[in-house]
């Protein structure tokens, strides 16, 4: 049985109808969560249990050897995961992040695409890790780890 589209999932197949929709889509949840904003973030693939993110490499998110830093990574793979989550869940389940697990894997020195993905079996009550990878212009893995949710049932209203 197909569940009616979240409202995330609703807003983003309006928006990416208009023109620059995918950028506008970005804007209006950076302004949700204002840090996101930081990396000037482009979601550029949404759909039940995936999302995908893009940073731009530019100065604003280099590190002292000019690269794309690890935090604004982070800050991506943080995004796709929550607008995916956001997309996804089911109607009598919420979320909330507990932790974030990373390894560096190689030097982050491109644009990066930062993506989260589960299986929609996953949506159960309980702790769920959220594989995240950040993949460079040679989809090279530079960031590869998990988000740890706590997925929990609504309060009965």
Known sequence: MQQKPTKVMALYNKVTRLPFGQKIF????????????????????????YCQCFIKKRKAVHNHIQTVH???ICNGLEMAM????????????????????????AKAGSDIRCVAEVTPEQWVEGDLLVPVTAYDDNNVIVV???IKLWISAKPAK
Do not use: C, Q
């Open 26 to 49: 970005s804007i209006m949840v950076s302004r949700m969560a204002p840090y996101f904003g930081t990396i000037r973030p482009l979601i550029t693939e949404l759909r039940p249990n």
């Open 70 to 72: 690890v935090i604004a």
């Open 82 to 105: 929550g607008v995916m989550a956001e997309a996804s869940i089911p109607s009598h389940l919420r979320w909330i992040p507990k932790g974030m697990s990373v390894d560096y894997t």
């Open 144 to 146: 590869k780890g998990h």
